[in-house]
């Protein structure tokens, strides 16, 4: 081969080796771009709460690739740049280094500020010869050996984060200009710098919302724990006991007290304590705080919660010396309010002196009130109480002075109404018509009115727990017989139909014959009184081992919101009518009770304008059952 040939193979062969060469290191320099790249991104992974291991990881990576000397990292926080990392930094001037941040963004003057404020890349080819570096920049050049720098922002959405700053020089320690693709590859390091503090800040705030979350679920619980113990218990202590828990755990403190304000003696006296000492107890059970007094009286002075954060700074007071006494440092008190009504205060103390959150002192407002809650409801049951004490002693009176007035209201009417048959029978002496009349009518309304009385002796057996039964068989077709005699010229007098319908084989009954006669006589005289035209009927069956009775008529009827009521004593229905034709009201309720003695039941069914129809329900066989009360 001819010597030009041979000599234009090798400058071939040698252009090749020089291109794969290049291509080769090209391509290994990708791949240590792209090894860099996924080391960080698994630090990354790793640290999803700190940023430094990346900041590290991502300097590191920088120097080495870049062929720098050091690099260091900067966070923008509000105003101030604060150094957050650094790689092969010299450490004799590291310290010196360090001491001079935090910087102010605006006051800087560096290389780094600048990055950020415009928020582009910054570089310096030789720093000797760039006439906006301060001297002293230059003087730390020159001790740490380097002439190029390069500053590169961390950017998100057009506001910097921090930078990355990168120097370096030659063999020579001359001038050695970042290339195009480190630049780029430094962007690519700033740009997973932002990930990173990005990812962190997403971390602490999720972080922060989770304990918020569980703060507040924890809260909600403790207070919906507190609120069933108010509504489930009338045990004042127990359920103070339990809100001063519940308080002091979620506010996390160390302890408090419960005190209930006294109006008589203007006192917050003590009701409930935890975590306290003997010594502490007893010395606050002696000493009762006036209104304006210490911590607690002024709170409730002021009602508003009011707080000591150190109680070596204020003004000395018995109780403040024994709180220092047993290692409290900081006290906060809040008042009960009811109706803007002072009731009581709670407190709770703390070791460590200091502010209270306002989070701390809303939710032990939230405890206060339901504090409040429970000691108002424990006055009022306490005032219910004795009310119902008064109230019963006024009633066991009343049925007592009843029972006796009604014994001594009998005995002379009875004596009347004897004189009164006598003498028109003619036992003394033959009397003219009109006399007759007149004691006909003294007897009329002397049983009449023998009949209330013996009706509020009933009331009043009943009430004093008197009311007994005397159970014996009976037939109730004789009941039914008997009370159809007994009103059957009362009806004839109004000229009304009076109809007694018994069913077949009535089995023989257990219960008070002359009671439930008294009954059955009460219903149809009613429906008899209130009648004016058409009909009464009574209807006897069985039906499931019992005894169903109805007294029916064509009177005026019972309006829906009545038919409830006319049962209660000297209830009556409010009407023109009612008022006319009488009564006590006292009839229907003393049936009411004999019937429900029996085990039985009573009820009415009625139209306004066609007749009401009065239903019971007996045990064939009936047991004695106490009057309900």
Known sequence: MPIEERNEVEELRRELREALEARTSELSEVLQEQRATAEILRVM?????NAQPVFDAILESAVRLCEAQFALAYRLEGEMVHLVGHHNFPLETLEQFRRSFPQRLAE????????MLQGEVVVVDDIDCHSQVSESV??????????????????????ALGAIALTRSD????????SHERIELLRTFASQAVIAIENVRLFEEVQARTRDLTRSVTELKALGETGRAISSSLDLDRVLLTILEHACEISETGGGAIYVFDEARSE????AGRNMGTELMTAVQMHPIRLGEALIGICGAQREAVSIEDLTKVASHPLFELHLKAGTRALLAVPLLHLNKVIGALVVRRRQPGAFACETVALLEAFAAQSAIAIHNARLFKEIEEKSRELEIASQHKSQFVANMSHELR????AILGYAELMQEGYYEPLGQKSIDALSRIRSNGKHLLGLINSLLDIAKIESGQ??????????ESVVETVRAATESLAQTKKLELQAVVGKNLPVGLGDEQRLTQVLLNLVGNAIKFTDAGQVRIVATTANEHF?????????????EQQARIFEQFHQVDSSLTKAKGGTGLGLAIAKQIVEMHGGRIWVESTVGQGATFQMELPIRAEFRKAAE
């Open 548 to 560: 169903a009775v109805s007294v029916t008529d064509t009177g005026p009827g019972i309006p829906d």
């Open 411 to 414: 005995t002379p009417l009875a």
């Open 467 to 476: 009311f007994n039964l005397n159970l014996a068989e009976y037939a109730l």
């Open 171 to 178: 063999e020579k320690g001359g001038p050695y200009p970042f």
């Open 45 to 49: 992974s790793n640290s999803p709460s």
């Open 138 to 159: 230059r003087g730390l050049a020159r001790s740490a050996g380097y002439r190029s720098v390069i500053a590169v922002p961390m950017l998100t959405s057009g506001r």
């Open 268 to 271: 917050f006296v003590y009701a």
């Open 108 to 115: 800087s003057g560096t290389l780094v500020a600048q990055a």
